[in-house]
Each structure stands twice: as C-alpha cells, then as structure tokens.
C-alpha cells in the first residue's frame, strides 16, 4: 500500500535550517507529483511546495518562495524540502503529499517549531 514516511523535522533558531524527507513506497514515485503542505493548530492546510514527476517543474507557496527549495531523488523514492531563513512563522506541521489514480495520499506529518 501507499506509504508516506516524513522525518527531519524538529526545533530550530530563528534564522536557521532544516531538510525535511519524505520517504514513498506502494507506487511508481517517478510518475508522480509530490508536494509539501503545513498546517498550524486553527489555520487552513497551506501548500508549501510541490514538484513534478521528473522534477522539472517546481512550485511554491508565496510566503516560502526564495527560502525553502524542493527536490526528490527518483532512484530513492525520497522528496525533500530544504528550508532555509526559517522564522517562527514557519512553525507547522509538515506532511507530504501525494495523488495517485485519483486518490489523495498524506504522511503522519512532522513538526517544524522555529523558536529562540
């Protein structure tokens, strides 16, 4: 079955960074986009980033462009976001994301806290 596995989260200064991972398994990862959401306890779920198939094509959410960068590794059937300049705005919960024939697939998530 589709699995989707984040780590790499975790308590960081302002100013700093972090690369978060998502592992996949259960599917083809190459034929598929992936994309990264947050959400924060009271807010909508927010797209943070998302990447083509073969990685060609990227997006971002306009509060992360120029900070946070997503990548994946098709022979790894890993995507990561690199997150850098975080500030405490950008405490969430990461979770990976996945549509595949139709149905959507979320990771259990993992908390990102930016705090002095």
């Known amino acids: 079955q589709v699995q989707l596995v984040e780590s790499g989260g975790g308590l960081v200064q302002p100013g700093g960074s972090l690369r978060l991972s998502c592992a996949a398994s259960?599917?083809?990862?190459?034929?598929?986009?992936m994309s990264w959401y947050r959400q924060t306890p009271g807010k909508e779920r927010e797209l943070v980033a998302g990447?083509?198939?073969?990685?060609?094509?990227?997006n971002y959410g306009d509060s992360v462009k120029g900070r946070f960068t997503i990548s994946r590794d098709n022979a790894k059937n890993t995507v990561y976001l690199q997150m850098n300049r975080l500030n405490p705005e950008d405490t969430a919960v990461y979770s990976c994301?996945?549509?595949?024939?139709?149905?959507?697939?979320w990771g259990q998530g993992t908390q990102v806290t930016v705090s002095s």
């Open positions: 994301y996945a549509r595949i024939r139709s149905v959507s697939y």
């Open positions: 990447i083509s198939a073969l990685g060609i094509t990227t």
């Open positions: 259960g599917f083809t990862f190459s034929s598929y986009a």
